[in-house]
């Protein structure tokens, strides 16, 4: 079974820096896109950034040039770097994967969510 496993949440004050991190573990033959999604209280659950396995990356608007994203593929880990954090980049963080399983199925994958609370 494949599984993802967050780290790097907690409280930090705006303009603060901060650095999830995600492992995925499990019957893993390949690894494809990975990403991180948010969702704040009373929100949908929205796209952060995204890695392909190429190394191609995306942004949402709200997080451009402040945060980054990263892969370790040997690792099967990916990362995100994020800085001059603000108020309204309070939210639960979620890492994403589509892999390719030992039972040679794609699958999405997600983590149990960490939080992230910017506060003074």
């Known amino acids: 079974q494949v599984q993802l496993v967050e780290s790097g949440g907690g409280l930090v004050q705006p303009g603060g820096s901060l650095k999830l991190s995600c492992a995925a573990s499990g019957g893993i033959l390949n690894m494809n896109s990975m990403g991180w999604y948010r969702q704040a209280p009373g929100m949908q659950r929205e796209l952060v950034a995204s890695i392909a396995s190429g190394g191609k990356t995306n942004y949402s608007d709200p997080v451009k040039g402040r945060f980054t994203i990263s892969r370790d593929a040997a690792k099967k880990m990916v990362s995100l770097q994020m800085n001059s954090l603000k108020p309204e980049d309070t939210a639960v963080y979620y890492c994403?994967?589509?892999?390719?399983?030992?039972?040679?199925?794609?699958?999405?994958?997600w983590g149990q969510g960490t939080l992230v609370t910017v506060s003074s």
């Open positions: 994403n994967a589509y892999v390719l399983s030992t039972e040679f199925k794609n699958i999405e994958v």
